[in-house]
Structure formats: structure tokens, C-alpha cells
């Protein structure tokens, strides 16, 4: 059974930062991309971003590209989510999440079918 587990999510001051940790358990994923998406209150889930197999491309969303930076380690099948310059407007809960497809990088959330259980990011102003 496929498991995606997120960490380090927390409360943070605006211009602090967190580093978010997400472990796949069940099945490699060294052969998928990984993403991350997050859902603030009465808001749709929205990508942030994502990191193909090899870490040779990754994709962000405008809202975050310059402040937040996707890594991913295939030996420990797990994806990082480094979040810097936090403002308030990042709260929400935070999703990790693998394509149901090898190889394909996207950031369409219909085309993922793998998802975690979500960590809340908490940023006050």
C-alpha cells in the first residue's frame, strides 16, 4: 500500500522559513516526478511545486518561484519542500503528491493519483 507522509509544518513568523519533508513508503517512486500542493480555507488545492524523477527540471507555481525550492532525495524516496521568505498568504495545508504516470512532470492536480494526509503552515504577520 502506497504512503505518503508529510513533516514540518509549523507556525512561523512572516519572512521565517520551514522545510517541509515528505517520506513514500509501499513502492519506489525513483522512476516519478513529486509535487507539492496546498489548500488554504475555503480555497481550491492549488499546485506549488514539482521536481521530475532525475531532479534535472522542476516547476513552480508564480506565487512561490524565487522563495520556495523542491529537492528530492530516490535513495530515501523522499521529496523537501524548502520555504523561505514566508508570508501570510502561504498559510494553508501543505500536500505532497505523485502522478499516477512514470516519467511525467506536471502540475495538473488531476493527473495525481498518490497523495499524503497534508501538514498545516501557519504563517503570522
Known amino acids: 500500500q502506497v504512503q505518503l507522509v508529510e513533516s514540518g509544518g509549523g507556525l512561523v513568523q512572516a519572512g521565517g522559513s520551514l522545510r517541509l519533508s515528505c517520506a513514500a513508503s509501499?513502492?519506489?517512486?525513483?522512476?516519478?516526478?513529486m509535487g507539492w500542493f496546498r489548500q488554504a480555507p475555503g480555497k481550491e488545492r492549488e499546485f506549488v511545486a514539482a521536481?521530475?524523477?532525475?531532479?534535472?527540471?522542476?516547476y513552480y507555481s508564480d506565487s512561490v518561484k524565487g522563495r520556495f525550492t523542491i529537492s528530492r532525495d530516490n535513495a530515501k524516496n523522499t521529496v523537501y519542500l524548502q520555504m523561505n521568505s514566508l508570508k501570510p498568504e502561504d498559510t494553508a495545508v501543505y500536500y505532497c503528491a505523485v502522478p499516477g504516470t512514470r516519467l511525467i512532470l506536471t502540475t495538473k492536480r488531476d493527473e495525481y493519483d498518490y497523495w499524503g494526509q497534508g501538514t498545516q503552515v501557519t504563517v503570522s504577520s
Open positions: 521536481i521530475s524523477w532525475s531532479s534535472a527540471r522542476t
Open positions: 509501499g513502492r519506489t517512486f525513483s522512476n516519478y516526478a
